[in-house]
Every structure is written in structure tokens, then in C-alpha cells.
């Protein structure tokens, strides 16, 4: 059972672009809602992260669209560079659910030069 | 990779062997999460452990024990390794172990058993 789905699981956009990556979960405990970046033969990283009271986070070319009512949310990678060509996990935790992240499925993106 | 060290990095094993991975971190933290990585299931967790001889199951535990008898390094155990656990694993760790609290993850062991 997963419960937290990602959307795509793979693209490909041209360097200037934007990259958009969507997540949608079931848990309504959920509280914390982070977004993870892996490079090939690494571990992941945290990139950046969201709690719903916030509708939008931004750092840097990075944004999280967070939409609490769907149980939706989404990263927007602006101004998409070749060095942003990575695997991006969403995930999602809450106290309710033992602090335990529970993750996407993963989105593969290439920038391409 | 934050103070996270994983050995081996690379193991191959034949089905029904015991396989033993270590995750060492050099942070002091609480919490140690170990995860396996497979193509279109991101990362799962296995077990987790909240203090030294502390541990819970994770969404995947059949299959694997953890032992934490010091608190920089936390042993994932297959006792009798089958194809299906062929993956990538990675140790995560926490200092708080809160919702917002960052996990570090280090950098993983690919583990192919044949």
C-alpha cells in the first residue's frame, strides 16, 4: 500500500525550463511534507521542505505547492539547470504516524543542455 | 553524507546465506532508520530504532532483524538472504526523531543476492 503517490516517474526538460513534480498522499495525520534529491551511486538529501499551515515555500529556484483540501503537493523546479538532473523523492511524516517518512515512487529528471 | 559510514558497499551473496550490513554515524544521534531502495517503491522502511537496544518494525520487516548495541551503529540482519531482497539499502539517522526533524541518509549498499 502506498500511501503517498508521485507523479511522473520520469522527464525530461530543456535547461531554462520548469520541471514539475506532484505528489498526493491519504494519510490526513501527515504533518511534514519533504522533498528529497539523489544523485546517482548517493544517498538522498533533503532539498526542501513544507508543513500544510503553508500553501507555498520557496528557496532559491525550488518551490513547493502545498494544496491541504486535495492532499496534494507539488515541486516546481525553476529555471531548470543540467546539475538538477537527479531523482526527487516527495515525502511525507507525521507524529500520528510515528514520525516514519513514508515516500513517493521517485521522479528521474534530466535537463538537457 | 553527514557522519554516515555503510559497509559493505557492494555485496553479492547466494540465496540462503546470512548477510549482515553495518551503519555507523559519528553524529551521536538518537534515531537510525535503515531503508531499501527499489525502482518505482522510492524508499521504504525496514526498522527503525529509537535508542541504543531500542527498535521497531518498519513497512517492510519481514526478512530483517536490527540490533543497536552501541549508539553509532545500528546492524541490519538477513538472516537467510533470498532474490528478493536484491536492492539498495541506505541507514538514515535523526537527532530528534520529530515530524520536521531532517533525516541524513548515508550512502547505501548495493546487495545483489543470486
Known amino acids: 500500500q502506498q500511501q503517498v503517490k508521485q507523479s511522473p516517474q520520469s522527464l525530461i526538460v530543456q535547461k531554462g525550463g520548469i520541471s514539475i513534480i506532484n505528489c498526493a498522499y491519504e494519510?490526513?495525520?501527515?504533518?511534514?511534507f519533504p522533498w528529497y534529491q539523489q544523485f546517482p551511486g548517493k544517498g538522498p538529501a533533503l532539498l526542501i521542505a513544507?508543513?500544510?499551515?503553508?500553501s507555498e515555500k520557496k528557496e532559491g529556484r525550488f518551490t513547493i505547492s502545498f494544496n491541504k483540501s486535495a492532499k496534494q503537493f507539488s515541486l516546481h523546479i525553476m529555471d531548470s539547470q543540467p546539475g538538477d538532473s537527479a531523482t526527487y523523492f516527495c515525502?511525507?511524516?507525521?507524529?500520528?504516524?510515528?514520525?516514519?517518512?513514508?515516500f513517493g515512487g521517485g521522479t528521474r529528471v534530466l535537463v538537457k543542455p | 553524507d553527514a557522519g554516515i559510514t555503510q559497509s559493505p558497499r557492494h555485496k553479492v551473496t547466494e540465496t540462503g546465506t546470512p548477510v549482515t550490513l553495518r551503519c555507523h554515524q559519528t553524529e551521536n544521534h538518537r534515531y537510525m532508520y535503515w531503508y531499501r531502495q527499489d525502482p518505482g517503491h522510492g524508499l521504504r522502511l525496514i526498522h527503525y530504532s529509537y535508542g541504543v537496544k531500542d527498535t521497531d518494525k518498519g513497512e517492510v520487516s519481514d526478512g530483517y532483524s536490527v540490533s543497536r548495541s552501541k549508539t553509532e551503529d545500528f546492524l541490519l540482519t538477513l538472516e537467510s538472504a533470498t532474490s528478493s531482497q536484491t536492492s539498495v539499502y541506505f541507514c538514515?539517522?535523526?537527532?530528534?526523531?520529530?515530524?520536521?526533524?531532517?533525516?541524513?541518509f548515508g550512502p547505501g549498499t548495493r546487495l545483489t543476492v543470486l
Open positions: 538514515a539517522i535523526s537527532l530528534a526523531g520529530t515530524s520536521t526533524d531532517t533525516q541524513y
Open positions: 494519510n490526513t495525520a501527515f504533518d511534514y
Open positions: 515525502a511525507a511524516r507525521g507524529e500520528a504516524a510515528g514520525n516514519k517518512l513514508t
Open positions: 513544507i508543513r500544510p499551515d503553508v
